[in-house]
């Protein structure tokens, strides 16, 4: 290996994530090893921020001369206050998860906040074939990554969009945020799912059911086939294939996992920080790669 990729210097750019806790985050190896293939002077460098320390971290990471941050639970909302520019999607979702730090000349500095997981969630679907405008999709779940989904499901023309929520009132509360007239909210339970499913073209979870450790769950009732003419998106990567995957999968239906989302938001933060135009399909499978191998071996972030 050529030892200039491992090369730390006085021009070295410096990114990272900061986020409370951190340590099990996989951003560090994913965006290191493509950093390493471009053969690019920078390095990205997990930094754990207590709550309440946000604004100073900001500062600091300034004063440091840091390029940008990914920003991860629990700081995505009190990231927002300290920049001076939010994007409308950060905006809209109410949620920053990169951050650029720009500077302009000695003197100033202007701090950019967006989401990529807007983006990184509609590349998914497009990846797979799946073509947002006109459909009716289902989302399960109402908190910020739902918010995420929503948002860009509206974005690209979805005709009518549904969340359920086990809380209905926090479904009511996201659906009146959006304010759209395709966008209605209803309970969780497993007979207004797989009603609402029938008709829908596009089913996605947008909680944690199904993560590591509880891998057993899923919000698919038992003993009901997942209607084949679905395409079924769950956002949880770990693991890859979580239950509701493999339910979907073996009754014939279309399949996205969530580690696609996570690599793709992963290289659209990494394009907003480097000063040459990268290649986002293979950057993507870079990071991808690196994160399957962590989950294949045994890491549980």
């Known amino acids: 290996m050529d030892e200039r990729l491992f090369r730390l210097d006085g021009e070295t750019r410096v990114v990272g994530v900061m986020g409370w806790p951190i340590a099990h985050s996989m951003s560090p190896a994913m965006h290191n090893a493509v950093l390493r293939d471009l053969g690019l002077n920078g390095c990205y460098v ?6 309440g320390e946000v604004r100073q971290a900001v500062r600091g990471l300034v004063a ?3 390029r940008g941050v990914n920003v991860t639970v629990p700081h995505k909302q009190a990231v927002m206050h300290p920049l001076d520019e939010i994007a409308p999607e950060a905006r809209a979702v109410g949620a920053v998860n990169t951050v650029v730090i720009e500077r302009r000349g000695l003197e100033t500095v202007l701090l950019r906040g967006a989401n990529t997981d807007v983006p990184g969630f509609l590349s998914g679907l497009h990846a797979h074939g799946f073509d947002p405008r006109g459909a009716h999709a289902l989302v399960v779940g109402a908190g910020g990554a739902a918010r995420s989904v929503v948002f860009a499901l509206l ?13 209905p009132s926090r479904a009511r509360a996201l659906v009146e945020d959006f304010a759209s007239p395709a966008l209605t ?21 947008a909680t944690t059911v199904g993560m590591w450790p509880k891998v057993g769950a899923s919000i698919w009732p038992d003993g009901v086939a997942v209607p084949s003419h679905l395409t079924v998106y769950d956002l949880v990567y770990n693991p890859v294939e979580t239950r509701l995957i ?5 009754a014939g239906a279309q399949t996205v996992d969530g580690l696609g989302m996570l690599a ?5 933060a990494l394009d907003v920080w480097v000063d040459q135009d990268l290649e986002m399909d293979e950057v993507a499978a870079t990071m991808r790669w690196v994160a399957e191998q962590a989950l294949t ?5």
């Open 46 to 51: 997990p930094f754990p921020v207590r709550p």
């Open 64 to 66: 440091l001369g840091v």
């Open 155 to 167: 974005e690209a023309g979805a005709a009518r969009v549904k969340v359920l929520n086990r809380t």
């Open 185 to 205: 909210s209803g309970r969780l339970d497993p007979e207004t799912l797989t009603g609402e499913a029938a008709a829908a073209g596009l089913l996605v979870n």
């Open 246 to 250: 493999r339910q979907a999968r073996e």
């Open 264 to 268: 793709r938001q992963g290289a659209l």
């Open 297 to 301: 071996h045994g890491e549980r972030p």
